[in-house]
């Protein structure tokens, strides 16, 4: 598994951000970096020092070449980025919050190369043929029909490869408008799925399975979740692993932040990460993602260890600027150990 790549498939965006707190256009700049769920996921996992594949298709100009060019940089192989001579990238436009004032965000993703481009477009035979894992999430299969197909048929030729499929499920209310409702595509989706990786909303909104947790009163159920997972697992028999992350949002600059993990071996609870100076949350979840895959792909039978890598990758990404989590695997292991004083590394 270890020489094998981890394949992420799906958009990769032109993500553009007022500067500091400001309301969006409030001044004339923004600032133009990318990021987009799959992508994050393979620069973290690149940086753990995996290797790492990002599928999608992206414009055959100047804006698309810049993206690609950005993956590189983190060495994610973007050899098998499908190059359209139309289409465009996505956009997003976003603003961060500050105490009461959350964090907003607007697409503008209609019409690009990834959500016009068909399942045959992309050579999945070719993609799978060095890989030991495929992580796509539920933001692409609420693209587009096509997108939907596509993301569907990655997952099908990934088993048939022999590698194990993740998806991160996801939830994106904004996205879902071409007719199709979250669990009608997304049920099928997971039925190809080993591990997910969730939050209790997305489970809900995407599976169509209700939970009674609320997690805006700051004290977690966590027996709930146990029933939860327990629940997933009853009508996805498919699925070994879930990891559903614990946000308490206290405000848009504090948030509590842990796990559990239902494993092979038992449920467990990560340690808790009081989050009190929020940097940038965008792409939280994806650090968190690329924690369990790193974690089952390294030390898969201590998945208490995987829960705890995990949530202590996706805290660090709390302080950094961008969609990347740019944490390094020694950072991640010296916060594991309980160092999270902030101190100078000297």
């Known amino acids: 598994m270890h020489d094998k790549k981890i394949v992420t498939f799906g958009e990769i965006m032109l993500r553009l951000k007022s500067p500091g707190h400001d309301r969006l256009f409030q001044s004339p700049l923004l600032e133009a970096?990318?990021?987009?769920?799959?992508?994050?996921?393979?620069?973290?996992?690149?940086?753990?020092?995996?290797?790492?594949?990002?599928?999608?298709?992206?414009?055959?100009?100047?804006?698309?070449?810049?993206?690609?060019?950005?993956?590189?940089?983190?060495?994610v192989d973007t050899s098998r980025i499908l190059r359209t001579k139309g289409g465009r990238v996505g956009i997003y436009y976003l603003e961060t919050g500050a105490n009461q004032r959350a964090s907003s965000v607007v697409y503008d993703r209609a019409g690009s190369s990834i959500s016009e481009a068909s399942p045959e477009d992309f050579d999945f035979t070719a993609i799978f043929?060095?890989?030991?894992?495929?992580?796509?999430?539920?933001?692409?299969?609420?693209?587009?029909?096509k997108a939907a197909d596509s993301a569907i048929a990655a997952a099908k030729a990934a088993k048939k490869a022999g590698a194990l499929v993740s998806v991160d499920l996801n939830y994106r209310k904004k996205l879902w408008n071409y007719g199709k409702t979250a669990p009608e595509v997304m049920r099928t989706l997971v039925a190809h799925a080993d591990v997910i990786i969730a939050n209790e909303e997305d489970i809900q909104k995407c599976l169509g399975i209700e939970a009674s947790v609320d997690v805006t009163s700051g004290e977690l159920d966590?027996?709930?979740?146990?029933?939860?997972?327990?629940?997933?697992?009853?009508?996805?028999?498919?699925i070994s692993i879930i990891a559903v992350t614990l946000r308490e949002s206290h405000s848009a600059d504090r948030n509590g932040w842990s796990a559990a993990l239902s494993g092979k071996t038992g449920f467990y609870l990560s340690r808790r990460y009081e989050i009190t100076d929020i940097v940038d949350r965008v792409g939280g979840g994806d650090s968190f993602a690329a924690g369990i895959i790193y974690g089952l792909t390294e030390f898969p039978a201590d998945e208490e260890r995987i829960i705890n890598y995990a949530v202590a990758s996706s805290a660090l990404k709390h302080s950094i600027n961008g969609d990347f989590n740019l944490s390094r695997k020694s950072e991640v292991e010296a916060l594991l150990k309980?160092?999270?004083?902030?101190?100078?590394?000297?």
Not at 222 to 238: A, G, H
């Open 129 to 145: 043929s060095d890989a030991c894992w495929l992580h796509v999430t539920g933001i692409t299969p609420a693209l587009s029909q």
């Open 338 to 346: 309980g160092d999270g004083s902030g101190r100078v590394q000297r």
């Open 222 to 238: 966590t027996d709930q979740y146990r029933k939860l997972t327990e629940e997933v697992k009853k009508q996805f028999p498919n």
């Open 33 to 75: 970096t990318f990021g987009g769920g799959e992508a994050n996921v393979a620069v973290s996992l690149s940086i753990f020092g995996k290797k790492t594949r990002f599928v999608t298709a992206l414009p055959d100009n100047a804006v698309g070449e810049a993206a690609v060019r950005e993956l590189n940089k983190y060495g």
